[in-house]
């Protein structure tokens, strides 16, 4: 009886464990983007956006992306008024795969490579998203509201930094619906938050590898482990 009790505990613990190493792993892809599947020149700004710059533009870019592969990249010139902004949107319709269904803002992670080859500083990159309940941009829009992204000088003239970023410190009420069927991405430079003051010429960002992804918390999925943990207790409680 006491083998078999040991055998019980030594499953449910490994139950247990196997739950946690399910929290640490599982991972749902909302959507990735790594720009390859462009055609290279394409224009993703609108003229409306821009604000008040001299010239500008926010194309695929070949050859600027990581690994030398392509990527969206931003080039301005920002005049003496300095308060232009330019403006990327990218919507992803359709994206999301099954499993996407938790409401909970916190178990979400935007992450994307980013590099300023310009070596012009930029203070902070605007981000926002936007969820649309159908496919195709129908039905109801929610919005996360602008974030903005630290961006250290460590991004200047040094390649790609790694950026991520948790949905749940974002504005909270704003609304979002992380389980909607549709993404638009936007990304926003600000003519006022580069360094040193305007005007600014020939400032230019890269962005690749965009990514939201769905990481529930290890406490929720952990629960796996506890359910099988708890069925072998009562099999031993019951035999």
């Not at 129908?138 to 950026?163: D, L, P």
């Not at 965009?210 to 072998?232: F, K, R, Y």
């Amino acid at each position: 009886m006491k083998n078999q009790s040991r055998y019980y505990l030594t499953i449910a613990m490994a139950a247990l464990l196997g739950g946690f190493a399910v929290a640490a792993q599982a991972q749902t892809t909302v959507f990735s983007d790594n720009y390859n599947g462009y055609t290279a020149g394409q224009d993703v700004l609108s003229a409306s956006d821009v604000g008040n710059l001299t010239s500008y533009s926010v194309i695929i870019a070949s050859g600027v992306g990581t690994s030398g592969s392509q990527g969206l990249e931003w080039q301005a010139n920002f005049n003496a008024a300095y308060n232009g902004w330019l403006q990327s949107q990218l919507g992803y319709s359709g994206g999301n795969p099954s499993g996407n269904n938790s409401l909970n803002l916190s178990d979400y992670t935007l992450s994307f490579d980013m590099a300023i080859p310009s070596g012009i500083a930029l203070g902070n990159l605007q981000v926002n998203l936007q969820g649309w309940a159908g496919l195709w941009y129908s039905g109801a829009m929610t919005e996360t509201g602008a974030h903005n992204i630290n961006t250290t000088a460590v991004t200047v003239g040094s390649g790609f930094q790694h950026v991520s970023v948790n949905l749940g410190t974002w504005a909270a009420g704003s609304g979002f619906d992380p389980s909607s069927q549709t993404y638009q991405f936007q990304l926003q430079v600000n003519g006022w938050e580069l360094a040193g003051g305007g005007p600014v010429t020939g400032e230019a960002i890269v962005v690749d590898n965009l990514q939201v992804a769905m990481v529930p918390e290890p406490s929720t999925l952990a629960l796996i482990g506890l359910g099988a943990a708890g069925l072998c207790w009562l099999r031993r409680k019951n035999s």
